[in-house]
């Protein structure tokens, strides 16, 4: 497997990946999920905060995209603060400059089936906390049913919520947030039996595409 960065602007050869990705997005939360509000005629899960402030992390295997999740920093347009501001009961841990929110994570169907934790859904994991101290974050918030809170401390993160779960399509959902410190990584590591760095730090210091063998 390989763990890709890519933020804008998106290189040439990095458009088909992109485009696959809104594709299998589309597929998994509007199609599989039920959420109609972000259908579209294209079949492409595209919406503003696709912008040039998100990163998104992509995980391929044998060239096929299996896995992918979006981070846009706190301090410019979010989803949490916009769509989901009613989840937010209390103050967000630290300044919004020193955290992100952590959006769109997806395996792709047929590589998760009957499994509860994944190869894909380790690395997306390892790499979200990796960029995520490459950054400088010191929190990185997220809105999802509660499974994934579950998930997220069986990894050995540390989990605050924000506020109560509240009903959201039909589903108990809240919003909170995850330390970022180096024993998460190591835990997170630990957990999913990923040894190594996913992502060169030097791609991530001249903030450009980097790509390595997972």
Known sequence: MQVHIVRAPVSEGMRPL??????????????LQGWDALRRSDGRDVDAFDNEDATHILVTDGGELVGGSRV??????????????GL????LPADPSLGADWTRFYVRPDRREGRRRSPESAALFCA???YALAEGFSFVTFVSSLSMVEHGSSVGWRI???????????KATVAAWIEVSEQALYNVRRATGMSGALIPASALRRRQLGAISA
């Open 88 to 91: 937010l009961h209390g103050s």
């Open 18 to 31: 992109m485009e696959e990705n809104y594709r299998l997005r589309h597929k998994i939360f509007v199609e």
């Open 72 to 85: 846009t920093p706190l301090n410019k347009p979010n989803l949490l603060q916009t769509v989901f501001n």
């Open 160 to 170: 605050t919520p924000l506020g109560a779960p509240a009903t959201v399509d039909g």
């Open 128 to 130: 979200m906390m990796e």
